[in-house]
Nanobody
Framework: QVQLVESGGGSVQAGGSLTLSCVAS????????MAWFRQAPGEEREGVAS???????TYADSVKGRFTISRDHAKNTLYLQMNSVKPEDTAMYYC???????????????????????WGQGTQVTVSS
């Protein structure tokens, strides 16, 4: 019954902005660790940003200063505001949820995909030069 549905992807020119949304149903996402992951063709899935039940936020180094993760508790919706996008941001972006609700980091890595038990279908972001 848990569902995550992403939207907001599309094509944008380098330097532009885009906002992704993830609507959660079947659970109250404020109690979860929520995250955005992305995967480019031929590349491994990587964590982008996360926000936990205490609203602690973690960003990947590659997006710090450019992306902002947030949530609307009333709408049960997660957002990723993407500013100053680069061609290397091109990827399928996935919303994910971890019922533990707590940010965790191991060996300097703060995004462990296997810990997330719910995933959306993804939304494609393509950044042109």
């Amino acid at each position: 019954q848990v569902q995550l549905v992403e939207s907001g992807g599309g094509s944008v020119q380098a330097g532009g902005s885009l906002t992704l949304s993830c609507v959660a149903s079947g659970f109250y996402h404020s109690n979860y660790l929520m995250a955005w992951f992305r995967q480019a063709p031929g590349e491994e899935r990587e964590g982008v940003a996360s926000i936990d039940s205490d609203d602690k936020i973690t960003y990947a180094d590659s997006v710090k200063g450019r992306f902002t993760i947030s949530r609307d508790h009333a709408k049960n919706t997660l957002y990723l505001q993407m500013n100053s996008v680069k061609p290397e941001d091109t990827a399928m972006y996935y919303c994910a949820a971890d019922r533990s609700g707590i940010t965790y980091c191991q060996g300097g890595h703060c995004f462990e995909a296997t810990r997330y038990n719910s995933w959306g279908q993804g939304t494609q972001v393509t950044v042109s030069s």
